[in-house]
């Protein structure tokens, strides 16, 4: 019974819902820089996932903070969206729009869910986490699983298949987790964000992306 209600299908609709979520997250970043400094402080305490604050019982920022970019790096907010545009409009085409959001937003919050449980382990209370990359490693990961023949060219030079794709990404996040480099980025929510759009992929739909992603 529950196995049928978990993978009960939507009805397919297309709403342009990958559009909707890039224009979000832009419109946030352009307020955050138009209205200064005492805007920017009160959109990252409110909607940032900070564990402190989660303490507190803040639970709506596991979702408000893929939609929050750092006004210092705008390549934080371009390239999450440049991805998302690139991998996004396809997955939504294959799945139906219902379905992606959940996709998008249940990945991405879980991958934040995952981050506090790290950083609450570690005492890292007070980190500000924010940004997409959590929901579009899963994206990524979902474009691979349904076009594993799929040529993409990494900075338009390099091409790599999609499934070859993945597991660049997965070994850099792991090797920069393990080295401590990498910047100022949380490379544990990449990770988390690969790692539950592979479960989605087997509760939701029964699929096993190995075997999609090698063709086994």
Known sequence: MLKNIIRKPFRYTFFHAMYWLIGINVLIFALMMIMGDRFIIMMYWLFSMRPLNVLKGWIWTFITYMFLHSVDNFGHVFFNMFGLFIFGRYI????????????????????????FGVYYLTGNLGVFLMGASGALYAVQLAFAVYNPNAIIYIWGILPLRAPIMVLGFTVLSIFFVITGGGGNVAHLTHLAGFGFGWLYFLIRF????????TGR
């Open 206 to 213: 029964g699929v096993n992306p190995w075997r999609r992603l």
């Open 92 to 115: 939504e085409r294959q799945m139906g729009s219902k379905e992606f959001l959940l996709y998008y937003l249940v990945t991405g919050a879980l991958a934040g869910v995952f981050s």
